[in-house]
T-cell receptor, first 115, second 106 residues
Framework: DGGITQSPKYLFRKEGQNVTLSCEQN?????MYWYRQDPGQGLRLIYY???????QKGDIAEGYSVSREKKESFPLTVTSAQKNPTAFYLC??????????????FGPGTRLTVL | LAKTTQPISMDSYEGQEVNITCSHN???????ITWYQQFPSQGPRFIIQ???TKVTNEVASLFIPADRKSSTLSLPRVSLSDTAVYYC???????FGQGTELSVKP
């Protein structure tokens, strides 16, 4: 089956610890994205990558880091510098060949709770 | 950037047709309009995409007037399972606003 997987589904961490969220896709998509969603709010873009070994900051990149060493993988690290990391994190991918019609495919999400 | 405006919430009853309108006054000439649906604790999923006039698939219809400054997502005969948040996006812009929370009641 083709799709996007995120792990783990639920994640707990202590304040001050870094944590890495996994995102893998087997859709052969070039572009990948990370969003954050807070209760009752829309999605906010953290980072995105349009090609391997390249990525750009989104609207709320502070306190987060990413890497894109492989086409299939785009892990997100939530660092201790992120002041309010408790949220629902969504990963997505897209073909990104035609910008004006680009459609994103989302993973199931990871719910991070800082204790 | 083309900003979109949608109602924050809508209520409906099972079996009714629901129309959700999105305003996008600054849409660019080449931009398509895309709608996504999101259930609680899940990622959004693609519903429909269009450029002008009308597009229909097995799930919904999308109506876009000639000036393309707005679009209307139409859900025929909604059921309880259509309760979700619906997002309107323009072009390839990675901007998900607050969306429209649709509540379908029995």
């Amino acid at each position: 089956d083709g799709g996007i997987t995120q792990s783990p589904k639920y994640l707990f961490r202590k304040e001050g610890q870094n944590v890495t969220l996994s995102c893998e896709q087997n859709l052969n998509h070039d572009a990948m994205y990370w969003y954050r969603q807070d209760p009752g709010q829309g999605l906010r873009l953290i980072y995105y990558s349009q090609i391997v070994n390249d990525f750009q900051k989104g609207d709320i990149a502070e306190g987060y880091s990413v890497s894109r060493e492989k086409k299939e993988s785009f892990p997100l690290t939530v660092t201790s510098a992120q002041k309010n990391p408790t949220a629902f994190y969504l990963c997505a991918s897209s073909i990104a060949e035609l910008v004006h019609t680009d459609t994103q495919y989302f993973g199931p999400g990871t719910r991070l709770t800082v204790l | 950037l083309a900003k979109t405006t949608q109602p924050i919430s809508m209520d409906s009853y099972e079996g009714q047709e629901v129309n959700i309108t999105c305003s996008h006054n600054n849409i660019a000439t080449n931009d398509y309009i895309t709608w996504y649906q999101q259930f609680p604790s899940q990622g959004p999923r693609f519903i429909i995409q269009g450029y002008k006039t009308k597009v229909t698939n097995e799930v919904a219809s999308l109506f876009i007037p000639a000036d393309r400054k707005s679009s209307t997502l139409s859900l025929p005969r909604v059921s309880l399972s259509d309760t979700a948040v619906y997002y309107c996006l323009v072009g390839g812009k990675l901007i998900f606003g607050q969306g429209t929370e649709l509540s379908v009641k029995p």
